[in-house]
């Protein structure tokens, strides 16, 4: 009785696993399905380099693309760097389970569930009027960085802590200092499990819109500078849903540039991690 019982709890897990796996696939490609059958047919090489017109119902999003890649440059170039620096301070520098490490990581998970309209009024308030640096792209992309830190520092602190210990000592026997180390074995066998992390980033910040609406602003023409305003492809979807009638086939065809470009970013990370030799790792961390 008891194999019985044990088979039929088995038989019952494996079902509940597969249903909420096959669920979730549904759902991505029942999402993926109904974008691509209401945008693709809008989409053509003009519409991807032409200037916006007549309120986003023609023309193109030439000047949108442009100004998301600028946002999310400004964005990664100022939070990868900050990110990994902490993250290695957390690791290798500060005791783990001190409590000075275990305040910043309370505060981390903290910011991590702050909604992105708060993230946004505190960008405005600091970058655009303290700082003077007025709606622009400089404005959007540091509250982006803001917005993401929590995120990557997280995810490349357990990056680094899931490299086995025993590698760092079969590299200290050897005689390598404690940073060569740390730049010769512990990142390269961390690398996949960080590049994750940045994909996550680059995902939460492509899809942004609550935060570049006071930052950034929506005006849809080519920027000149970092400090012009600038309209990012998220912030162009829900204007044309939300606020232009009949515009909401072109919302649609550019989510559809938006999905692709996400898709994109993946693929190619995946293909530079495997051009240099770097395979994947399963990672766990611990917790305070």
């Not at 917005?147 to 490299?163: F, G």
Request: overall charge positive; proline content about 3%.
């Amino acid at each position: 009785m008891i194999g019985v019982r044990h088979h039929r709890r088995e038989v019952c897990v494996t079902v509940a696993v597969w249903t909420a796996a096959m669920s979730v696939i549904g759902l991505l490609i029942w999402i993926l399905t109904d974008i691509a059958v209401r945008g693709l047919a809008e989409i053509d090489f003009g519409f991807l380099i032409s200037d916006m017109q007549n309120a986003g119902r023609e023309g193109g999003i030439g000047p949108i693309i442009l100004s998301t890649g600028l946002i999310l440059l400004v964005c990664l170039v100022v939070s990868i760097p900050l990110s990994f620096g902490t993250a290695i301070a957390l690791t290798e520098r500060i005791g783990q389970e001190t409590g000075f490490a275990c305040n910043v990581r309370r505060s981390l998970d903290v910011l991590a569930g702050v909604p992105s309209i708060v993230f946004g009024l505190f960008g405005n308030a600091f970058f655009a009027i303290t700082l003077g640096l007025g709606y622009s792209i400089l404005s959007g992309g540091l509250t982006l960085a803001c917005m993401v830190l929590p995120i990557l520092i997280r995810t490349s602190e357990q990056a680094l802590r899931a490299v086995p210990a025993e590698y760092q000592y079969a590299a200290a026997a050897l005689g390598m200092k404690r940073t060569t180390i740390l730049f010769r074995v512990v990142l390269p066998v961390a690398m996949p499990a960080l590049a994750a992390g940045v994909v996550l980033s680059i995902g939460r910040a492509l899809a942004e819109t609550a935060a570049l609406l006071f930052t950034s602003g929506y005006v849809a023409r080519s920027p000149e500078s970092l400090l012009d305003s600038g309209r990012s492809l998220s912030v162009h979807i829900y204007d044309l849903a939300m606020n232009v009638p009949g515009g909401g086939a072109r919302a649609y065809a550019t989510a559809c540039v938006l999905v692709a470009l996400l898709l994109m970013i993946n693929l190619a990370t995946a293909f530079l991690l495997r051009m240099t030799g770097v395979r994947h790792r399963s990672t766990t961390g611990g917790t305070c």
